[in-house]
């Protein structure tokens, strides 16, 4: 059941992780600025990372209240995430960029207003009544929907400072790669677990349908 939210969770983990292409030789103050920026993401990346692989680990034949537990955390995990890289952005100044001040001020709120609607998602979760499974499976599902909407956000945050020379000097940056989650994967009995299939878990089949993007899809593969 939980491998769903996993899925549309994957969107906000590569909010700074999807960056690519070849840098050319950029400005001094841009690639200043991408280093002050990265270097304080860099533990709030893995948080998020780590956020999402204990959904994964708890995805396939856990039960109902392993699952809340699981997912209340991740939320609250990645809303304190976004917070602290808001703050990052914000404490790295204006990047040396056209339109700088904007596109810090439009990421400090966009990050702020995913922080806020993650921690709406945990008291979705919260609310969820674990002891029936049908209940819970279908309370899950609004969580999923909503979680649909919130991987959009997720993305968009950053956007502006993922394009041009900005995003390539990012790119370059150690700290604003792609982690390796620290959470060790979950050891289970089941053959299924942590596979795509929800034959293993103990809930009803009626499953949330929330679905990664393409760019989110990609860019979890190797988690």
């Known amino acids: 059941m939980n491998k769903k939210l996993a899925a549309a969770l994957s969107g906000g983990a590569v909010l700074v992780l999807a960056l690519s292409g070849c840098s050319s030789d950029e400005g001094d103050k841009v690639g200043d600025w991408a280093k002050t920026f990265c270097d304080q993401a860099k533990p709030q990346i893995q948080k998020r990372a780590d956020a999402h692989q204990i959904i994964i680990s708890t995805a396939a034949d856990s039960k109902p209240a392993e699952i809340k537990a699981a997912d209340s955390q991740a939320f609250q995990d990645i809303a304190n995430a976004d917070r602290a890289l808001a703050k990052a952005v914000e404490a790295a100044g204006a990047p040396p960029v056209q339109n700088g001040e904007t596109v810090q001020q439009d990421a400090i709120k966009e990050l702020n207003a995913t922080a806020l609607a993650y921690e709406g998602l945990k008291k979705q979760v919260d609310a969820l009544d674990a002891t029936n499974q049908q ?66 878990s103990s809930t009803p089949t009626k499953t949330p349908s929330a679905t990664p993007s393409k760019k989110a899809t990609a860019a979890t593969k190797s988690e």
Do not use: H, R, Y
Request: glycine share 14%; net charge negative.
């Open 135 to 200: 209940k819970f499976a279908d309370g899950l599902q609004g969580v999923a929907d909503g979680l649909t909407k919130i991987e959009k956000m997720d993305q968009n945050a950053l956007s502006k400072l993922e394009e041009g020379e900005l995003g390539q000097a990012m790119a370059k940056q150690p700290g604003c790669q792609k982690p390796t989650a620290s959470v060790p994967p979950k050891t289970s009995a089941s053959p299924n677990a942590g596979g795509t299939s929800d034959s293993g």
